[in-house]
């Protein structure tokens, strides 16, 4: 039996790949770029996001991983509600200067807003691989 919690997006293995949403992000108003936030001791790839200027100045100012929340058109600063911050090391651009690499360090275990079957923040945003048709954990 699934969860009160369950969300087919979130906890399924149903391919649901949202291709709409480049689009929401031209929509949001805001001028952004991807940002990558990677495990700077493990390499371990945690979030894909996007900052605006303002997200970028606070990442870099505060060194707490700072992006600008498409969903909610607003400042995200990762972990102020949920207390699974992401402490900057270094902060990367790419050759074309339109993406961010965000190396950094968890304070806690968790990266994710997805829970696991504990109930704990998942570390990594990318914890299913696609398999044939489908999603498999691991």
């Not at 952004?32 to 606070?58: C, F, K, M, S």
Request: charged share 20%; hydrophobic share 40%; glycine share 8%.
């Amino acid at each position: 039996m699934l969860s009160p919690k369950y969300n087919a997006l979130e906890d399924g293995q149903d391919l649901l790949l949202d291709f709409s949403k480049l689009q929401q992000v031209a929509e949001c108003g805001q001028l952004l770029v991807p940002v990558v936030a990677q495990d700077a001791v493990t390499g371990e790839v945690l979030i894909v996001a996007y900052a605006n200027r303002q997200a970028l100045v606070h990442s870099l100012t505060e060194k707490i991983a700072t992006f600008w929340s498409t969903s909610r058109n607003e400042l995200w600063i990762k972990g102020a509600t949920s207390g699974d911050y992401l402490d900057i090391v270094d902060v990367w651009v790419n050759c074309e200067q339109n993406a961010l690499l965000y190396r950094v360090k968890p304070r806690r275990k968790g990266a994710c807003h997805t829970l696991d079957d504990l109930g704990e923040a998942r570390p990594s945003c990318f914890y299913r691989r696609i398999e044939g048709s489908g999603l498999v954990f691991g």
